[in-house]
């Protein structure tokens, strides 16, 4: 059973407006929160993260909202720019014994068109 | 030169035939991972090893096998490959006490 989840498979959006990316989780124990982004034929490279401890977490034009009480968080991407365009992981950890070891949702493809 | 350096970057191998997939860091990290990526399936967590001596099973690691060889260095065997193992393989690194993993560029494999 999927304990990260992005439901949205693919995600379209005009540049200079905002991208919002949504994931959810199920695992009341994970305490911390990443975000990663994938270029075709690239390894995946981290973005942003996000500590449960706050609810918000802002680097440039990405910010990320954690909702603990939903257990939901979102990237949003502001002004969205063509070279945004990428696949998006969202990625929890519960820190069992200090490993550190994220579970990642199945990603969102994020187009932005000129 | 990369940071995380994963070869062969593309593979085509017959099913029954072993293969192997090489790491190599220069991040001087303890940690090292490999994860597979199917499309519409994510990230999903082969084996892992903070260090040298150690050795950790993923969620899927049925039909592979490891080996540290040093710090800098994580292979991945695929002992009798099948068309299943057809997928995208990351290795990655991390420090220990953080979360931010850096990840190699990828071998495609492909089992025929």
């Known amino acids: 059973d999927q304990q990260v989840k992005q439901n949205s498979p693919s995600l379209s959006v005009q540049e200079g407006r905002i991208s919002i990316l949504n994931c959810d989780y199920t695992n009341s124990m994970f305490d911390y929160f990443l975000w990663y982004k994938k270029y075709p034929a690239e390894g995946p490279t981290f973005l942003i993260s996000?500590?449960?401890?706050?609810d918000k977490n802002e680097d440039g034009r990405f910010t990320v909202f954690l909702n603990k009480s939903a257990k939901h968080l979102s990237l949003h991407i502001v002004p969205s720019q063509p070279g945004d365009s990428a696949v998006y992981f969202c990625a929890a950890s519960d820190f069992p014994g200090g490993s550190y070891i994220p579970t990642f949702g199945r990603g969102t493809s994020l187009i932005v068109h000129p | 030169d990369a940071d995380v350096t994963q070869t062969p970057r593309n593979r085509i191998t017959k099913t029954g035939k072993r293969i192997m997939l090489e790491c190599s860091q220069t991040?001087?990290?303890?940690?090292m991972y490999w994860y597979r990526q199917d499309p519409g399936l994510g990230l999903r967590l082969i084996y892992y090893s903070f260090d040298v001596k150690d050795i950790n099973k993923g969620e899927i690691s049925d039909g592979y096998s490891v080996s540290r060889q040093a710090q800098a260095k994580f292979s991945l065997s695929l002992e009798s490959a099948i068309p299943n193992q057809t997928a995208l393989y990351f290795c990655?690194?991390?420090?220990?006490?953080?979360?931010?993993?850096?990840f190699g560029s990828g071998t495609r494999l492909t089992v025929v």
């Open positions: 996000i500590s449960s401890i706050k």
């Open positions: 991040k001087g990290h303890d940690r």
């Open positions: 990655a690194t991390s420090d220990a006490g953080t979360f931010s993993y850096t």
